[in-house]
C-alpha cells in the first residue's frame, strides 16, 4: 500500500525563519514529487513540485528531493505570517493518480 | 471563466436523500477526481476519472456513484445520504501541461447531512 507520511504539526516558526517541512513515502517506484498549501476553508494549491533528486528552487521556496531515502521536503525562507498553512505532500507513481499525506500544518508567528 | 468550478458552494441535506455534487472545468483536461476532507484523514479519493465515460474507484466508494458522459463535467452523486457524508468535498483535474500531474481543485463544497 502506498503511504505519504507527513507531521502534522502544528509547526510554529517566528517570522523571518526558516520552515523546514518534511514529507517520506513508502514505495520506490515514485516518480514525480508535489507541494500543496491550503489556507483554512479553502482548496488545495500548487506550490511546487519535483521529479529529480537534488534542490529546486522558487522564490522563498526550495523543494529537495532524496529518492535513495525517500523522502520529500520543503523550506520556505523569510516565513511570513501569510505562509501559515497546512503544508500537503502528494507523490506520484508516473500515474495521474497522486498519493496524499494528510498535511503539516504551519504556524509563523510575528 | 476559466477554471474549476463546482456547486454548488454548501448543501444541507437529510438522512436518505439523494444528492448530487456538480464539477466543470474548461481546461479539457482528460483526469477528474473527487476528494473528500474530513479532520484527522486528510484528502481520500473517492472516484477519479482518466476520460470520458472512463472511471475508477479510489479508497472511499462506497455510497457514490460518478460518471462522465461529457470531458468538462464529473458530477458525484450520493444516492442515499448519511451522517457519515459529511464532509468538504473537493473536485480537481489534471492533464497535459507542463507539470502534467499537477492537480487543480475547485473550491469546495461543504455537505453536511442531519
Known amino acids: 500500500q502506498k503511504e505519504v507520511e507527513q507531521n502534522s504539526g502544528p509547526l510554529s516558526v517566528p517570522e523571518g525563519a526558516i520552515a523546514s517541512l518534511n514529507c517520506t513515502y513508502s514505495?520506490?517506484?515514485?516518480?514525480?514529487f508535489f507541494w500543496y498549501r491550503q489556507y483554512s476553508g479553502k482548496s488545495p494549491e500548487l506550490i511546487m513540485f519535483?521529479?529529480?533528486?537534488g534542490d529546486k528552487e522558487d522564490g522563498r521556496f526550495t523543494a529537495q528531493l532524496n529518492k535513495a531515502s525517500q523522502y520529500v521536503s520543503l523550506l520556505i525562507r523569510d516565513s511570513q505570517p501569510s505562509d501559515s498553512a497546512t503544508y500537503l505532500c502528494?507523490?506520484?507513481?508516473?500515474?495521474?493518480?497522486?498519493?496524499f499525506g494528510r498535511g503539516t500544518s504551519l504556524i509563523v508567528h510575528p | 471563466d476559466a477554471g474549476i468550478t463546482q456547486s454548488p458552494r454548501y448543501k444541507i441535506t437529510e438522512t436518505g436523500r439523494q444528492v448530487t455534487l456538480m464539477c466543470h472545468q474548461t481546461?479539457?483536461?482528460?483526469?477528474m477526481f473527487w476528494y473528500r476532507q474530513d479532520l484527522g484523514h486528510g484528502l481520500r479519493l473517492i472516484y477519479y476519472?482518466?476520460?470520458?465515460?472512463?472511471?475508477d474507484k479510489g479508497e472511499v466508494p462506497d455510497g457514490y456513484v460518478v460518471s462522465r458522459s461529457k470531458t468538462e463535467n464529473f458530477p458525484l452523486t450520493l444516492e442515499s445520504a448519511t451522517r457519515s457524508q459529511t464532509s468538504v468535498y473537493f473536485c480537481?483535474?489534471?492533464?497535459?501541461?507542463?507539470?502534467?500531474?499537477?492537480?487543480?481543485f475547485g473550491p469546495g463544497t461543504r455537505l453536511l447531512v442531519l
Open positions: 502528494a507523490v506520484n507513481l508516473g500515474s495521474y493518480i497522486p498519493t
Open positions: 480537481a483535474s489534471s492533464g497535459e501541461t507542463a507539470s502534467g500531474e499537477t492537480q487543480y
Open positions: 476519472s482518466a476520460a470520458a465515460d472512463i472511471t
Open positions: 514505495d520506490r517506484g515514485s516518480q514525480s
Open positions: 481546461w479539457s483536461h482528460s483526469y
Open positions: 519535483i521529479y529529480s533528486n
